[in-house]
Every structure is written in C-alpha cells, then in structure tokens.
C-alpha cells in the first residue's frame, strides 16, 4: 500500500469535512450541549426513606429547547451524623442511573421522583442529581439536598373530626413513643393533610405543636379527607412518622338569618293578623310563628310560612283571652337554622 498516497486521501477528506459547503458557524463547546443544572430538588421523609423530587431541565446550556430527558443520575453520600463536618467536601458514591422522558409538547414542565428505603439511623443523607439529554456530557450538579435519618415517631391515634360553620375542628391524642416504642426525646410537631373532591392529600398550613387543628375557610356541605403525621427535630431534620388513619368531615351552617323586626298583631274579623318586616338572606327559608296565651310560659309553634310571606292570618281566635305572638326566621341548612324570636306582641281579646 501507497502510505503516502494514504496520507494523501485522508487530508483531502479532512478539509472536506471541516470547510464543508455552507456558511461556517462556530464551534460550540461540549459543556454546553448538555441540559441546565436542575435547581429545584427537595426530598420528603417517611417512616420507609425518602423520596426525592425534582423538575426536567426544559433548556440546554446554550439556550436551545430540550424535548427530552434520557436519563438522569443521582449521587449520594452516607455519613454518620458524628462524623459529619459541614463544610468539609463530600466524596460521593457512585450514581444510581433512571431513566427519563420526553417533556410535554406543550410546553408545561414535567416532574421526575425517586424513592430510597433501607436508611440507617444516626447517618446524615446527601443528594444531588444530573441528567443527560442525548449527549456525551452530564449536566452539572444540582442543589444538594441533605438530611439525618432518625428513628420514626409512632402514628397519631384517636383523630377526629368535629364539623363547624365552614370549618372541621380536628384533634388527636399526642405522640409519645417512635416506633421501637421508646419514650421520644425530642418536641414533636404535627402535619395536617387534607384532601377534598378528587385532589390528592395536601399539607394544611405549617406544622403544628399541640394536638389539635382548626380548619376554616371551607365550603358547608362538602366532605373533606384528613391524616395527620407527627415530625420529630433530628439536628435541622424533621423526621416525620407513618400517617394517622383518614378520618372525614362535613361542615355546615350554624348562622341562623336575622331576627324578623317590628311585628305587628291586630285583629280582623278572619281572626288574628300578623305583619312584619321581611328578612334579607340567601338562604331564607321561611318563618316560624309562635302563641302563647296569658296563663302559659312556653309559646307553641302554630305555623311555618315561606320566605317571600312576611304576614299571617290566626284564624284559632280564642276571645276573651289576652295572646302573645313571636316570630323566628329559619334557614335552608339541615338541621336548619332558626333565628331569636321577635320582640314579642300581645293583643287583648277580651
């Protein structure tokens, strides 16, 4: 073989390739053909290990749109808590590899988890995370998330629910034990889930420190979903247990409308007519009316009349007998809702 025809050849198709046929671009550098560093992870702990959770990086390094994922690796170390320096560099071990995906064409993000069990207690956890696109490189390092691993408080026990006006009152009794069933020796805080309609369970407000939580601002008449999880502090690290039992509740109405005002009593010839002034409300239901006679303490409901009637007839006229009536206003809530009576009007019969 001619080597130096060879030679020859190969220089030939090297400028080739490299003059090409159209406008010449400029090299782009290998680090920035790989996905942005991903920002956002954060982990949750159970009474099982942790769950980490991240967003797709939708960008490359040089700006260009990401329509996929092909894979990402996560890093950890492992260090027993005593042995810990903050500050110190971390040698971590070598990554575990999941797969990734394609991102919504969309355009609206996509999320990405992984769920590690099997942790040791007293050890501290550090994560973080990298993903490839298709690329030779790895994207660079995410934010490090780190934690310490504890021993789990024991579940809540003995939640229940009791139903207020558009608000559930929940309580439960303290947690005292983790779940080796020794005496915890660490405050312990409580998390509130809730979940209503189809959503999924959803931490409510912040954790809290007594056994007991106050929901309001919901809607009468629909159920809502509770479980409760009780965190105790290890270092900056709030372990949180395994989950109450789901309990339910249903707020409803306890406003009663107005109290009806300036009740008038006369009497006609059909009997005893009564008038007065009519309640604003949307939820009116109607009005009740009440009698008693002059040698009675208790009036007697004798009467229900609708929400657009603000008069009655009495047509069980008793003459010669002094009679007092009252009115209420009542609502459509089941049970409903019934407003103080009227000032109370007398007419003498006799």
């Not at 025809?5 to 390739?17: D, E, K, M, N």
């Not at 929940?170 to 005292?176: I, K, N």
């Not at 008038?264 to 009740?288: F, S």
Request: glycine content about 8%.
């Amino acid at each position: 073989m001619n080597y130096r025809g060879f030679t020859a050849v190969s220089a030939i198709l090297l400028i080739t390739l490299l003059s090409g046929c159209g406008k010449k671009t400029p090299l782009v550098p290998p680090q920035k053909l790989v996905p942005v560093s991903i920002s956002d992870l954060h982990y949750t702990l159970d009474e099982y290990g942790v769950t980490l959770k991240w967003s797709y990086p939708t960008k490359m390094e040089n700006g260009d749109v990401l329509q996929a994922i092909e894979s990402f690796e996560i890093y950890r170390a492992a260090i027993p808590e005593e042995e810990f320096c903050r500050g110190c560099p971390v040698q971590f071990e070598e990554p575990v590899e999941i797969g990734g995906g394609r991102l919504p064409a969309s355009g609206d993000g996509r999320a990405a988890a992984y769920t590690e069990g099997n942790l040791q207690n007293g050890y501290r956890y550090l994560y973080k995370v990298r993903s490839r696109a298709g690329w030779w490189y790895s994207s660079g390092d995410s934010n490090v998330v780190s934690f310490v691993r504890g021993v789990p408080p024991k579940a809540p026990q003995e939640l229940q629910v009791e139903a207020g006006d558009r608000s559930l009152v929940l309580s439960w009794a303290p947690v005292t034990e983790n779940i080796k069933e020794k005496p915890l020796e660490h405050s312990v805080l409580y998390q509130v889930y809730r979940r209503s309609g189809k959503e999924d369970f959803a931490p409510r407000g912040e954790p809290v420190q007594e056994p007991g939580f106050i929901d309001a601002g919901l809607i009468n008449a629909e159920p809502y979903s509770y479980k409760v999880l009780a965190l105790v502090a290890y270092g900056d690290t709030l372990q949180a247990g395994a989950a109450s039992q789901e309990v339910s509740g249903v707020p409803r109405d306890l406003s009663p409308p107005p109290q009806p005002q300036h009740l008038v009593v006369v009497a006609i010839p059909a009997g005893v007519k009564l008038v007065w002034q009519a309640v604003a409300g949307d939820d009116l239901a109607g009005y009740r009316i009440y009698r008693r006679d002059e040698d009675t303490v208790l009036a007697l409901l004798i009467a229900e009349v609708g929400p657009d009637q603000n008069e009655y007839i009495d047509q069980t006229r008793v003459n010669g007998r002094k009679l007092f009536y009252t009115v209420t206003s009542f609502d459509t809530a089941q049970p409903v809702n019934e407003s103080l009576p009227s000032e109370e009007e007398v007419i003498d019969l006799r």
